[in-house]
C-alpha cells in the first residue's frame, strides 16, 4: 500500500446510501421513523452491522470498555497520534435515519475508499461510533464520549435507568466492560484531531441554497427547572383579582423565556420545551406549574447573563401575580469552538469539490463537544430537508449526502497532508 495524492478521489456514494438504508430498517416505524434506542435489541442489531461494515473497510475493530465500537487502520508513522472520525447510531424515539448515523456510516465509507485507493495517510486512523449519544431510558446522554474523556462520574455506573435496568449490566449486554471503564479512556496527546460529520438538522444551509456547512461552535446549553406555587381554587366561584394563578404566572415566564433570544436578548435561543400543571382540571385554578426552560449559545457569559435577566424577572413576576417562583440550575453543556485549522480544512475541501459552503453555529450538541476536551474538533454539516430532525421526516438529498461524505475524505487528506510533519 502506498501514499499517493488523492484530490481526484471519491467515496462510493451507492454504496454509502445501501448502508444509510439497511441500518435505518433497523428499528423502523410504521411511519418511516426510526426508533433504536441505546441498550436494546435494535441497538445490538445496528452496531453489529456498522461492526461488519468495518471490518469490510478494512479496519481493525474492538468494542471498547465503554460498548464504543472502534475501527482502526494504521499509519505510515505510528509516532503520530490518531486522526478521529465519528459519530453515533443511536437514535430518540421514532427519530430519523440520519442523525449520527450518517456521520458513521460516512467514515466508514472514507476508510474503505483509503484502503480500496491503497492510500496509507501519514496519520493512523480511528472510525467510532459512540455508544448512547441520545441518553436513552434516562441515562446520561454522550455517554461514549464522556467515558472516552474519562468525564464519567460513578453515578453514571451505578445508577439504573427508568425501567429500572442497571446501567452496568446494560453495559455489559453491549460488550463494554463496566470494570474497566478506566481503559476507555484516550489521553490528549494520543488523538491529533477529531472531525464528525452531520446533517444540520435546522433549515439555515438548505434556505440558503448551501451545500456544506463549516460548523464554528457547538453550542452550549443551560437548563433551568421553574417551579410556580399559587393557590389551587374553584374556577367558578374564585374572583379573578383575588386568584393566585400559578398558570398565569408561569404564562408570564414564558414569554420573559421568549425575549431572552432575538435582538434585544443575550442568547440564540431560548425555549419552554416542557410545562406540566396540577391539579390539572378545566375547572380549578391551577396551583403549581412545572417548566423547563432550555437557554442556547455558543457564549458561556450570554448564557449567564440569560440565566441572571430571568431570574430578576421571575422575582417581578411572582410579586405581581402573588405567586412563589423557584429556579434551579439542572444541567449545563459548555459551548465549544471548532478548531480554526480544521475549518479551514474542510472550507478548503469544499473548494475543492466545487461546493458553497457557510460557517454556521452549531445549534444541537453532538459528540464532537465532549471529544474537545481532549482534541481539536471540526465538523461539516449537509442540509437537512426543511430543517427537521428528530422526527420521521428527517431527509437529506442523497447527493448532499455524498458530496458531505467527499468533503469528510477531502478533509482527512488535506489534514493529513498539513499536519504530518
Known amino acids: 500500500m502506498t501514499r499517493r495524492p488523492g484530490r481526484t478521489l471519491r467515496i462510493a456514494g451507492d454504496r454509502l446510501l445501501a448502508a444509510i438504508r439497511d441500518l435505518g430498517a433497523i428499528g423502523a416505524t410504521a411511519d418511516g421513523g426510526v426508533t433504536r434506542l441505546a441498550f ?10 456498522v461492526h461488519d461494515l468495518m471490518v469490510g473497510a478494512g479496519l481493525q475493530t474492538r468494542i471498547d470498555s465503554a460498548a464504543n465500537i472502534i475501527g482502526y487502520r494504521p499509519g505510515q ?44 495517510l501519514s496519520h493512523p486512523l ?32 451505578t445508577a439504573a435507568d427508568d425501567r429500572g435496568r442497571p446501567v452496568a449490566d446494560l453495559l455489559t449486554e453491549m460488550g463494554g466492560d463496566p470494570g474497566r471503564l478506566d481503559q476507555a479512556v484516550w489521553a490528549a496527546d494520543e488523538v491529533a484531531a477529531y472531525f464528525e460529520l452531520h446533517i444540520e438538522q435546522g433549515p439555515v444551509l438548505e434556505s440558503g441554497n448551501v451545500r456544506i456547512g ?15 406555587r399559587g393557590k389551587a381554587s374553584h374556577a367558578g366561584t374564585t374572583p379573578m383579582e383575588l386568584r393566585q394563578d400559578a398558570l398565569v404566572a408561569a404564562a408570564q415566564v414564558i414569554l420573559a423565556v421568549r425575549d431572552l433570544a432575538g435582538r434585544n436578548g443575550p442568547v440564540r435561543v431560548a425555549t419552554v420545551g416542557s410545562l406540566s400543571l396540577a391539579p390539572n ?14 437557554l442556547r449559545d455558543v457564549s458561556e457569559s450570554a448564557m449567564r447573563q440569560a440565566a441572571a435577566r430571568l431570574r430578576g424577572e421571575i422575582l417581578e413576576i411572582a410579586m405581581r401575580t402573588g405567586t412563589a417562583i423557584d429556579v434551579a440550575g439542572q444541567n449545563s453543556v459548555p459551548a465549544v ?17 466545487n461546493l458553497s459552503h457557510l460557517t454556521l453555529p452549531s445549534g444541537a450538541g453532538h459528540d464532537a463537544q465532549v471529544i474537545g476536551r481532549i482534541a481539536p474538533i471540526g465538523m461539516i454539516f449537509v442540509p437537512s430537508r426543511g430543517g427537521i430532525s428528530h422526527a420521521p421526516e428527517e431527509h437529506s438529498a442523497g447527493d448532499d449526502l455524498i458530496a458531505g461524505a467527499n468533503v469528510l475524505l477531502q478533509s482527512v487528506l488535506g489534514y493529513d497532508e498539513r499536519y504530518a510533519n
Open 281 to 294: 382540571a378545566w375547572n380549578v385554578v391551577p396551583g403549581i406549574v412545572t417548566m423547563q426552560v432550555d
Open 126 to 157: 480511528a472510525v467510532v461510533a459512540f455508544n448512547n449519544e441520545e441518553g436513552a431510558f434516562g441515562t446520561r446522554g454522550m455517554w461514549g464520549a464522556h467515558a472516552m474523556v474519562g468525564a464519567l462520574d460513578e453515578s453514571d455506573l
Open 337 to 353: 469552538s471548532c478548531d480554526l485549522g480544521l475549518r479551514d480544512v474542510i472550507a478548503a475541501a469544499g473548494e475543492s469539490l
Open 40 to 49: 436494546t435489541d435494535e441497538d445490538l442489531r445496528g452496531r453489529k452491522l
Open 214 to 228: 463549516v460548523v464554528e461552535a457547538i453550542t452550549g446549553r443551560s437548563t433551568l427547572d421553574v417551579t410556580v
Open 77 to 120: 508513522r505510528q509516532d503520530l497520534p490518531v486522526l478521529m472520525l465519528g459519530s453515533h447510531i443511536d437514535t430518540v424515539p421514532n427519530g430519523g435515519a440520519l442523525d449520527g448515523a450518517y456521520g458513521v456510516l460516512a467514515a466508514v465509507e472514507v476508510a474503505r475508499a483509503l484502503n480500496e485507493h491503497g492510500i496509507l
